[in-house]
């Protein structure tokens, strides 16, 4: 005997999603990795920006440590410009400090009064000095009390896009010997 097949009788839906349920979970979570990325690259951003300002900062203070430290246990000041600081030590050496307008560099050279720009004596080497020259200067009031101040400021900057991100240092130094 043959089994009677009826052809009227309502399928079972099978498990699973519908096309346009699918649609609409392919687009949220589209929406939703797209947010997550921006957010994401917004965070990488600011963290980048927050590194290369601590490191001009760090830069930055390192080089006026270093001149603070020379300047303050000088003897005199010889010769002081905008751009050059000629000094002399206790010992009677000499030493100088150059601003190169031109490279945007500070140099310190330790030896002489040359001035001598080569790299041992540069001291900026991961920033720059501010395009603009009115930032970057030295200079050396008359004497107040038989005693010498010199002020030191200059502006520091990445290489690659100065105008991002630039950090100001001053600092007035008062000889001690003078």
């Not at 079972?12 to 609409?24: A, D, S, V």
């Not at 002081?80 to 009677?92: A, F, G, Y």
């Not at 009031?141 to 100001?168: A, Q, R």
Request: glycine share 4%; aromatic share 6%; charged share 15%.
């Amino acid at each position: 005997m043959k089994k009677s097949v009826n052809y009227h009788q309502p399928r079972l839906r099978q498990p699973g999603f519908t096309l346009l349920e699918l649609l609409i979970t392919t687009v949220l979570s589209a929406m939703l990795l797209l947010g997550t990325s921006s957010l994401f690259m917004t965070f990488m951003l600011g963290s980048a920006r927050t590194n290369i300002q601590r490191q001009i900062s760090a830069e930055g203070q390192q080089i006026i440590g270093t001149l603070e430290f020379q300047i303050r246990n000088a003897k005199s000041v010889d010769t002081c410009t905008n751009t050059k600081l000629e000094m002399t030590r206790l010992d009677n050496s000499k030493f100088s400090v150059c601003i190169d307008t031109t490279n945007h560099r500070i140099y310190y050279d330790p030896v002489s009064t040359m001035c001598d720009m080569t790299d041992t004596n540069l001291l900026n080497s991961t920033f720059v000095l501010s395009n603009d020259v009115s930032s970057n200067n030295i200079s050396c009031p008359l004497p107040v009390n038989g005693k010498h101040i010199v002020n030191l400021w200059f502006s520091l900057s990445p290489k690659v896009d100065p105008s991002s991100l630039t950090t100001d240092f001053k600092a007035a130094i008062l000889l001690r010997n003078s």
